[in-house]
């Protein structure tokens, strides 16, 4: 199996890994029917609720600057404070955002700098920097101190900023999941199973054991299994799901039938012509799948953009 990423088509790689161009998961390139669990989505959904553990006690801490109505003033002592965010801020910064450090590196070492770059730059910046505030206060001038000779601390902004960008990883991740539910409950339309017709008797056997040429047996109210001809019999079938037509189509000897698609009242035997990724139906499962990850004008333009973009902000 090949994986795409769903924002660079032209990004391949023979198995699961980081789009080298934006640092995004790539993600199969065929819909198969049955789907495990999306590890990333896992992966991502853990950090993220294991971020906002760690991070809402942080803005808590750090709310009373601006909000005196949420003042931790008291509960800690100002000494301890700086160590209590360190100690808050380093499963979030160093385990919840190790996936960003990686691919923001990763877009250094490639040169295709990226969001992933930035946040990296950012967060990771304002962790170190913090922790030379805490640990060693007296490597900073005067003019870096405060009222009481306090060097300010980011711990707040390293957090909440990894912990928000985990989140649209999460919704981001959840949408593309969706799109791909959508889908396989397109092939789902067609039976996991076919009537092989042979000459001792009709067998069942998997969708996936019908070859092209094999005479099947299509009964009252059955989907039809795979896309050919009608070989003996006749019948109605239901083709809405295809041209959106309820009134069910007759069909006779000679007449084309779809996988997919609901036999009415009559039994036949049809000769398949189209089975597995051929059928119909799986191709425009694939012409989905593909416009999904096409990409608009826009998206270009974005691009074009953002080469600018980035390393204007580094610089």
Same mark, same amino acid.
């Not at 694939?286 to 608009?296: E, G, H, I, L, T």
């Given at each position: 199996?090949?994986?795409? #990423? +769903?924002?660079? +088509?032209?990004?391949?790689?023979?198995?699961? &890994?980081? #789009?080298?161009? #934006?640092?995004?998961?790539?993600?199969?390139?065929?819909?198969?029917?049955?789907?495990?669990?999306n590890p990333e989505l896992v992966d991502?959904?853990?950090?993220?609720?294991?971020?906002?553990?760690?991070?809402?006690?942080?803005?808590?801490?750090?709310?009373?600057?601006?909000?005196?109505?949420?003042?931790?003033?008291?509960?800690?002592? @100002?000494?301890?404070? *700086?160590? !209590?965010?360190? @100690?808050?801020a380093t499963p979030v910064v160093l385990? #919840?955002? %190790?996936?960003?450090? &990686?691919?923001?590196?990763?877009?250094?070492?490639?040169?295709?700098?990226?969001?992933?770059?930035?946040? @990296?730059?950012?967060?990771?910046?304002?962790?170190?920097?913090?922790?030379?505030?805490?640990?060693?206060?007296? !490597?900073?001038?005067? %003019?870096?101190? =405060?009222?009481?000779?306090?060097?300010?601390?980011?711990?707040?902004?390293? %957090?909440?900023?990894?912990?928000?960008?985990?989140?649209?990883?999460?919704?981001?991740?959840?949408?593309?999941?969706?799109?791909?539910?959508?889908?396989?409950?397109?092939?789902? !339309?067609?039976?996991?199973? @076919?009537?092989?017709?042979?000459?001792?008797?009709?067998?069942?056997?998997?969708?996936?054991?019908?070859?092209?040429?094999?005479?099947?047996?299509?009964?009252? *109210?059955?989907?039809?299994?795979?896309?050919?001809?009608?070989?003996?019999?006749?019948?109605?079938?239901?083709?809405?799901?295809?041209?959106?037509?309820?009134?069910?189509?007759?069909?006779?000897? =000679?007449?084309?039938?779809? *996988?997919?698609?609901?036999?009415?009242? *009559?039994?036949?035997?049809?000769?398949?012509?189209?089975?597995?990724?051929?059928?119909?139906?799986?191709?425009?499962?694939?012409?989905?799948?593909?416009?999904?990850?096409?990409?608009?004008?826009?998206?270009?333009?974005?691009?074009?953009?953002?080469?600018?973009?980035?390393?204007?902000?580094?610089?």
């Open positions: 199996m090949t994986y795409t #990423c +769903p924002m660079h +088509p032209d990004v391949v790689s023979d198995g699961p &890994a980081a #789009c080298p161009i #934006c640092g995004m998961a790539l993600e199969p390139t065929t819909i198969s029917a049955e789907a495990p669990p991502m959904t853990r950090r993220f609720w294991i971020g906002a553990i760690f991070t809402l006690p942080l803005i808590y801490l750090g709310a009373g600057r601006f909000l005196p109505v949420f003042s931790s003033e008291g509960l800690v002592e @100002a000494p301890f404070l *700086g160590w !209590l965010k360190l @100690a808050l385990w #919840c955002g %190790a996936p960003f450090f &990686a691919r923001g590196w990763a877009s250094v070492v490639t040169r295709n700098l990226n969001m992933f770059t930035l946040i @990296a730059l950012g967060t990771g910046t304002a962790y170190v920097f913090s922790i030379l505030a805490v640990v060693a206060p007296g !490597l900073f001038p005067p %003019a870096f101190r =405060g009222a009481e000779g306090q060097v300010e601390v980011y711990f707040e902004a390293a %957090a909440v900023i990894i912990t928000l960008v985990v989140l649209g990883q999460v919704l981001e991740l959840r949408a593309r999941e969706k799109t791909g539910d959508a889908l396989r409950a397109l092939l789902d !339309l067609t039976p996991p199973t @076919a009537s092989l017709v042979e000459a001792d008797g009709d067998r069942t056997v998997s969708l996936a054991e019908v070859r092209v040429g094999a005479r099947l047996r299509v009964r009252p *109210g059955e989907k039809i299994p795979v896309d050919g001809v009608v070989a003996e019999g006749q019948s109605t079938a239901d083709e809405s799901m295809i041209s959106g037509e309820p009134v069910p189509v007759e069909k006779t000897v =000679g007449d084309r039938v779809t *996988g997919g698609t609901l036999n009415g009242t *009559g039994s036949f035997v049809m000769t398949a012509e189209r089975v597995g990724q051929d059928t119909l139906l799986a191709q425009i499962v694939r012409m989905v799948a593909d416009a999904q990850r096409s990409r608009a004008p826009v998206q270009r333009l974005a691009d074009q953009v953002a080469g600018y973009f980035v390393p204007a902000v580094v610089m």
